[in-house]
């Protein structure tokens, strides 16, 4: 990753505040990943290694580090969206990007949070957005008119459905960290037109014992957060 070398507003930063710059978004990268969007930014800057004063210095608040993390990312989706329209069979190129989005999520509480909503006030996602969304109404609207997408699908409903995924991933990432691959592809098939074959699910269901397992993970974290620990 290249060094950053100029603060927010364009001026050119001093070495040392370009490293702790960085250090702060690898940082930040890391807690949101881990533990969502629900920390603040003393947690940041104990994880870099830094004084909450320095991570202030270089992000006025918490959106607008969200802003720094996760620009990129939205860069990326619209690109692989726009990158899915070159698939010759529509719904190939509709199931790439859900599989694109759905890997992403699984790992990466931070990013399940942000398309709940929680970019609102963050200048640089929003911005991103109606890239994003225009890629994806015309991937909905080619798999429509090729008959293969079910006509009553509208692209509003991709975000509904992949932070779906992004949740069930993370009840079931202690257990069967592939188990949101299983989910994904009964939403793909709710999707499809009916006319055409069901797939093979991708992966097991999860155990009574998984389920209970990860009931027991998800409030020992849930805990874990309202103790501060």
Same mark, same amino acid.
């Given at each position: 990753?290249?060094?950053?070398?100029?603060?927010?507003? #364009?001026?050119?930063?001093?070495? &040392?505040?370009?490293?702790?710059?960085?250090?702060?978004?690898?940082?930040?990268?890391?807690?949101?990943?881990?533990? #969502?969007?629900?920390?603040?930014?003393?947690?940041?800057?104990?994880?870099?290694?830094?004084?909450?004063?320095?991570?202030?210095?270089?992000?006025?608040?918490?959106?607008?580090?969200?802003?720094?993390?996760? %620009?990129?990312?939205?860069?990326?989706?619209? $690109?692989?969206?726009?990158?899915?329209?070159?698939?010759?069979?529509?719904? *190939?190129? !509709?199931?790439?990007?859900? %599989?694109?989005?759905?890997?992403?999520?699984?790992?990466?509480?931070?990013?399940?949070?942000?398309?709940?909503?929680? $970019?609102?006030?963050?200048?640089? !996602?929003? #911005?991103?957005?109606?890239?994003? %969304?225009?890629?994806?109404?015309?991937?909905?609207? @080619?798999?429509?008119?090729?008959?293969?997408?079910?006509?009553?699908? %509208?692209?509003? *409903?991709?975000?509904?459905?992949?932070?779906?995924?992004?949740?069930?991933? /993370?009840?079931?990432?202690?257990?069967?960290?592939?188990?949101? @691959?299983?989910?994904?592809?009964?939403?793909?098939? #709710?999707?499809?037109?009916?006319?055409?074959?069901?797939?093979? !699910?991708?992966?097991?269901? !999860?155990?009574?014992? /998984?389920? &209970?397992?990860? @009931?027991?993970?998800?409030?020992?974290?849930?805990?874990?957060?309202?103790?501060? &620990?």
């Amino acid at each position: 990753m290249s060094m950053v070398t100029t603060s927010p507003t #364009g001026r050119p930063l001093r070495a &040392d505040a370009a490293r702790n710059r960085l250090l702060i978004l690898d940082a930040a990268r890391e807690v949101f990943a881990e533990q #969502g969007l629900d920390v603040t930014l003393a947690d940041v800057a104990e994880h870099a290694g830094l004084g909450v004063g320095t991570v202030y210095r270089r992000f006025a608040s918490k959106d607008e580090l969200v802003d720094a993390v996760f %620009e990129r990312f939205f860069q990326d989706m619209a $690109d692989a969206a726009e990158r899915a329209l070159a698939a010759a069979d529509p719904w *190939d190129a !509709l199931t790439e990007f859900f %599989e694109f989005a759905g890997a992403h999520m699984a790992v990466n509480k931070g990013l399940v949070d942000v398309m709940a909503g929680a $970019d609102q006030g963050c200048a640089q !996602l929003t #911005g991103q957005r109606p890239r994003v %969304e225009s890629a994806i109404g015309e991937l909905f609207a @080619r798999a429509q008119s090729a008959g293969e997408l079910r006509a009553d699908a %509208e692209p509003s *409903d991709f975000f509904a459905l992949i932070y779906m995924v992004g949740t069930m991933a /993370e009840f079931a990432q202690p257990v069967n960290p592939d188990a949101w @691959r299983r989910y994904l592809a009964l939403i793909l098939d #709710g999707l499809r037109d009916p006319r055409f074959a069901r797939p093979d !699910l991708p992966a097991a269901a !999860l155990t009574p014992d /998984e389920v &209970d397992r990860a @009931r027991q993970h998800l409030q020992g974290r849930r805990r874990h957060i309202r103790r501060g &620990d």
